[in-house]
């Protein structure tokens, strides 16, 4: 139990700082805090795991830790090989939702007549047209990337909450709150991006993203434990 924390602990001091980092502009500390992040926070599941890892899992997680380098070192040069590790662990978290989905199938038929989740599916398409819409100044590559990493978004979000309202588990509650702060993470990316001088926009998109490796992987350590993929 000492490990987890001390890991947790590294993990919430590297965040902490890299959002220092940004805040003051120093480059030097930027480059010290962020590189820790990734790699306290899967130190993080491989205790809980106790060292049982699952190979897909950890391969999203080291394409997280290369796109994070990546636009790291140089968000202009590195920009499309930054996004293809980005949306590599997308495609990844897709399948391992769609497991999910076909796993509770087995359990009993879920039940779509609930007002709030057409809600959801209509304000995440609402989501995905405006945020697409925002987008003026991208070359058509990289645009093609947000849709395709938009489209997964949508789908992750259909899994997760549909899931949600038919079942009740900590598994759910993490993966729920993962897909959120993927959604969140990504609108703010795109809306700093696009008004580079507001701080405030870069900040919720950087805490949002760096938060969202902790659901991840806290998402994936119930999973492991709570479903037959365990090994």
């Given at each position: 139990?000492?490990?987890?924390?001390?890991?947790?602990?590294?993990y919430?001091?590297?965040?902490l700082?890299?959002?220092?980092?940004?805040?003051?502009?120093?480059?030097?500390?930027?480059?010290?805090?962020?590189?820790?992040?990734?790699?306290?926070?899967?130190?993080?599941?491989?205790?809980?795991?106790?060292g049982?890892?699952?190979?897909?899992?950890?391969f999203?997680?080291?394409?997280y830790?290369?796109?994070?380098?990546?636009?790291?070192?140089?968000?202009?040069?590195?920009?499309?090989?930054?996004l293809?590790?980005?949306?590599?662990?997308?495609?990844?978290?897709?399948?391992?939702?769609?497991?999910?989905?076909?796993?509770?199938?087995?359990?009993?038929?879920?039940?779509?007549?609930?007002?709030?989740?057409?809600?959801?599916?209509?304000?995440?398409?609402?989501?995905?047209?405006?945020?697409?819409s925002?987008i003026?100044?991208?070359?058509?590559?990289?645009?093609?990337?947000?849709?395709?990493?938009?489209?997964?978004?949508?789908?992750?979000?259909?899994?997760?909450?549909?899931?949600?309202?038919?079942?009740?588990?900590?598994?759910?509650?993490?993966?729920?709150?993962?897909?959120?702060f993927?959604?969140?993470?990504?609108?703010?990316?795109?809306?700093?991006?696009?008004?580079?001088?507001?701080?405030?926009?870069k900040?919720?998109?950087?805490?949002?993203?760096?938060?969202?490796?902790?659901?991840?992987?806290?998402?994936?350590?119930?999973?492991?434990?709570?479903?037959?993929?365990?090994?």
């Amino acid at each position: 139990m000492g490990k987890v924390h001390s890991a947790l602990i590294l993990y919430f001091a590297a965040i902490l700082l890299y959002l220092i980092a940004v805040l003051l502009g120093s480059d030097n500390l930027e480059l010290l805090s962020k590189p820790i992040i990734i790699p306290a926070v899967y130190y993080f599941y491989y205790i809980s795991v106790k060292g049982k890892i699952n190979f897909l899992f950890s391969f999203s997680i080291l394409s997280y830790f290369f796109a994070e380098i990546l636009l790291l070192i140089s968000a202009t040069d590195f920009l499309y090989p930054g996004l293809v590790c980005f949306g590599i662990p997308y495609l990844i978290i897709t399948y391992f939702l769609a497991q999910d989905f076909l796993y509770y199938l087995k359990k009993r038929k879920y039940a779509i007549n609930n007002f709030s989740f057409y809600i959801i599916i209509i304000l995440l398409l609402y989501l995905l047209y405006n945020v697409l819409s925002f987008i003026n100044e991208s070359s058509k590559l990289e645009f093609s990337f947000y849709i395709f990493n938009g489209i997964l978004l949508f789908v992750m979000g259909i899994f997760a909450f549909l899931i949600q309202f038919n079942f009740n588990n900590k598994t759910i509650l993490y993966m729920v709150l993962m897909v959120v702060f993927f959604i969140i993470s990504d609108l703010f990316f795109i809306f700093s991006k696009s008004t580079k001088d507001v701080i405030a926009l870069k900040m919720i998109s950087i805490i949002s993203q760096q938060l969202s490796y902790f659901f991840y992987v806290s998402y994936f350590i119930y999973r492991t434990k709570t479903y037959y993929f365990k090994k």
